[in-house]
């Protein structure tokens, strides 16, 4: 599924925040990404995005190289792919439910079955009673939620998320893992960014560790 | 049709949860349209006034002292029959003539009437057309009533016509240059204000992008934002500028008698009016366009 | 002291970081202005066109044919003693008033040639001052000199004075109007260029508070940015003009002719250019001070 | 040091976000805030910062109650409060060091003395070598450390820290917290909203747990 083959990425300000990277992560693998802040976890997954592309060396995912993409199949591509990005990115002036249904509205979803899904993701994550709030009137752990319910709407046949826990409570944080598990058994491929050695320890899956934007461990 | 519903319908709510940005939007394209249309009244008003100046452009023809009844008559008729050129004709006899001295030399009038005899020539006082009196039809009639018999001069007031024409040149060469600049501040101003507008919403691009919606969708809202505050803007200017005639209309107010009517100002014709809300609209779907497009 | 160099840095600081819209803004307000004050150096030109075409405004003294050298002399007096009302005077012969009839009339000079004797009265042509053109000393002035031995008549050309005067009002109330317009559009602009540049400062500003900054630090740079970008605008403004005054100044285009003349078109008086950039601050400052106040 | 008494907090759409809240913490106290997401953990402290105001009850904080002060008088009291934002809220358009140095630099702090000041709490949560990055250039956990040394610069008599490792690895937490201890134990009084249990339970103090907007435990 995705292929990183001596991947660098190195910001403005000669920051290297990968360092020739290399790694195979298989169709239907549940991944962690792990490791010290600054270690380069959401760069990579920002290159997963195609947010960025890397200065040097070939990212593919699902046999297409993700630098060679035109703007139109960028767009294509990321609505195959669920993110839940580390500071949210939820639209403030669209309420909960705006924000997750959102893509696949403007996608030409029918509305009675978009709306059934779109329960369904936020029964998931346990916000149904906060469908018509604004972002800005949850709490950190709620809009967390709400980034979640949104990656997970479309069905992608690729979740990345970072630090999906990180404002919310162990026991909902176990529930959110298992949510991604769920997914994770229909042949999804998950790659999940995390501090939370609690959590992969109770999770126990691949984890990859990143240092200083190299991996240190790969098990 | 469904992204133009999704643009419509997200435009439309965006105007509406923004009313207060919108508003001052609106205004101030506003505002620049009613300047720019209000200029071109001011100046097809104007036009309108020196054509009908040119109007009162005369060709003066002297007839000799002791010129027959038959004679006045052919002159009288060559006039006639030349009426693609000559809007209205008038005779004036030598009595008339000494009469109208008087009355426009009033401190001569006594000098005047001491003379022996009269030594004003009867003539016919020619009003021209205005279609026509810029080109050199005039001439060629004066030049046929120079040879017509007893006719002494033909006096034809060119430098008259001539000093309107150049003022009338003055006029639109100032309405070019006004005109311009106030085209370009009004798309100055929609692309700002557009343009302003959008980087408080350069995030949710961003986001929109970041999760794959179409770019249709992305900038399609933006655009047509842009197209109706432009629209509505002319809309108001429009509207602004019709009160605007409507007071200038029933002020009782002549200067310079006869030369001015403020009663008959016209307002922009029907094609004009389409030419500034469709400009409004058109420049505030570039200033969307620009807008949206460079959201960074 | 201190409060104030912060806010100097950090206005400046912020307009160029944020150049592009900045740029934009200043644009707007110097378009603005820039019509605003060319309406300005329009209406004070005409003014001074105007003053000038009521100095032409004169006052004709006419004299008996048999007038003695004394009389003559004391009518002189008479005027010369006037001089808080008349600005210059020119004795005409009889000789000279035939040849200016013959100039002006020039279809009718044969037939005043064949004038037994000459019919046209000597005069004094009196200039009067544009100050007093318009009360009734040269009224008063015109009584005295009827009274004088010698004199004949005295025509004093108040219609053509009051015509010009008609003028000049419909030139001011146009200017009131158009310039009204103006200022309000200038208003209008620069305040929702600079609520809509803080529009995207608006978390910033919201952080800001929470952190306990004080308020003038909060609002002062926006206030002085907005202040800033009004006195660029209206600099740009007038810079602009300036050049567009030398444009028109270059021209040599004369209509009809001696009655306006382009290379002579004035520039805005000092005071008035202070008052344009003074009046550019002030709005920018207080669109600045408004966006500030209210963020949210 | 604060003094809550039946404090009450009911949003527009009349979620109580607490309920009734009753609570004594004194002067040098160091205290943790915990509880489920959505429990009013940042809701207390978004009314100790005096953001919102209670819909009932008095607050006091420091013998002031809260809701009685004047726009210039809540601005001094904010300096004297040291907020770590849940989600950070730094200024975009300032360097990490602008964005730390900012309010003592409007206040007229000498730029040397100043200089050294925020240096020393820059090395305190590891950030020298980024001090002229923007925050946009940073990963989540350098932020949130921008976000703590802008809270600590002041030498506050009150710190209040709103999931202040949500984005950090269970050793820089750990190090931050004890950056924390080190604070209170010169008299500053700390509290600290967090999920992290492994955490409350290695730094073992005073912990205040909320749910649904009420106090069920503290101990
Ligand atoms: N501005 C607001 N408008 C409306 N409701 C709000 C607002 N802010 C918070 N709430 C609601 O109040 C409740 C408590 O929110 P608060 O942010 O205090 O929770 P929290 O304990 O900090 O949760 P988390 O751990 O997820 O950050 C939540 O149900 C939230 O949805
Ligand atoms: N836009 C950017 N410009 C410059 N440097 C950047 C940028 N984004 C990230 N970096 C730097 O790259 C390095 C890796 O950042 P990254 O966000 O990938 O870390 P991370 O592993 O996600 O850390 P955390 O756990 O704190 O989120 C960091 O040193 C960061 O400062
Ligand atoms: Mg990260
Ligand atoms: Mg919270």
Redesign the interface.
């Known amino acids: 599924m995705i292929d990183a083959q001596n991947v660098s990425k190195l910001y403005n300000r000669s920051v290297y925040a990968l360092r020739d990277l290399t790694l195979k992560i298989e169709k239907g693998d549940f991944v962690f990404l792990t490791g010290p802040s600054g270690a380069g976890k959401s760069t990579f997954l920002r290159l997963l995005l195609r947010e960025e592309t890397p200065n040097k060396g070939a990212l593919r995912v699902a046999g297409r190289d993700l630098s060679r993409l035109t703007t139109r199949q960028v767009q294509a591509y990321r609505r195959g792919v669920g993110f839940v990005f580390q500071d949210f990115k939820l639209i403030p002036r669209m309420t909960v439910l705006e924000n997750i249904a959102f893509v696949p509205k403007v996608l030409g979803a029918g509305s009675v079955p978009m709306r059934r899904r779109t329960f369904q993701v936020l029964k998931w994550v346990g916000l149904q009673h906060r469908m018509n709030a604004f972002p800005l009137e949850l709490s950190g752990g709620e809009q967390q939620r709400v980034a979640i319910a949104r990656a997970l709407i479309n069905d992608p046949v690729l979740v990345l998320a970072d630090e999906p826990t990180g404002n919310l409570d162990p026991d909902l944080s176990l529930e959110i893992m298992n949510l991604f598990r769920e997914i994770n058994a229909r042949g999804t491929t998950v790659v999940v960014a995390t501090h939370d050695r609690e959590l992969i320890r109770q999770v126990g899956r691949h984890t990859i560790t990143l240092a200083h934007g190299r991996i240190v461990e790969n098990e | 049709m469904?992204?133009f519903r999704?643009c419509v319908d997200e435009a439309t709510a965006s105007l509406w949860?923004g009313r207060g940005?919108s508003l001052?939007?609106i205004?101030?394209i506003a505002?620049?349209l009613?300047?720019l249309s209000?200029f071109l009244v001011v100046s097809s008003n104007l036009e309108r006034l020196i054509a009908r100046w040119n109007d009162a452009a005369e060709l003066?023809v002297?007839l000799a002292d002791d010129i027959s009844q038959e004679q006045r008559i052919s002159v009288d008729q060559v006039l006639a029959r030349n009426d693609a050129v000559v809007a209205a004709r008038e005779y004036l006899s030598k009595a008339d003539a000494l009469r109208r001295f008087k009355r426009d030399f009033p401190?001569?009038a006594t000098?005047?009437d001491?003379?022996?005899s009269n030594?004003?020539?009867a003539s016919f006082e020619v009003r021209l057309r205005a279609a026509h009196s810029a080109d050199d039809a005039p001439a060629k009639l004066a030049a046929q009533l120079r040879q017509t018999a007893g006719v002494v001069?033909v006096?034809y007031d060119r430098q008259w016509i001539e000093?309107l024409s150049?003022?009338a040149d003055?006029c639109r060469l100032m309405g070019y240059v006004l005109g311009g600049?106030?085209v370009?501040?009004a798309v100055?101003?929609v692309?700002?204000?557009v343009?302003?507008?959008l980087?408080?919403r350069k995030d949710?691009i961003k986001?929109?992008?970041?999760?794959?919606?179409?770019?249709g969708?992305i900038r399609g809202p933006f655009v047509l934002e842009g197209t109706l505050q432009g629209g509505l803007g002319a809309g108001l200017a429009l509207a602004a500028l019709w009160s605007a005639v409507l007071v200038v209309r029933s002020r009782e107010?002549q200067?310079?008698d006869g030369l001015a009517d403020f009663s008959a100002t016209a307002f922009l014709a029907p094609s004009l009016a389409a030419l500034v809300v469709t400009g409004g609209m058109l420049v505030g779907c570039v200033g969307g366009f620009i807008a949206a497009r460079t959201p960074r």
Chains 1, 4 share one sequence.
């Not at chain 2, 992008?209 to 179409?214: D, M, Y």
């Open positions: 469904r992204a999704y949860r940005a001052l939007a205004l101030t505002i620049a009613f300047v209000g003066s002297y401190d001569l000098t005047a001491g003379l022996a030594p004003f020539p001069d006096r000093r150049s003022v003055l600049i106030l370009a501040a100055v101003t692309t700002s204000v343009r302003l507008a980087y408080g949710e986001i929109m992008e970041l999760v794959g919606a179409p770019i969708y107010y200067v310079v």
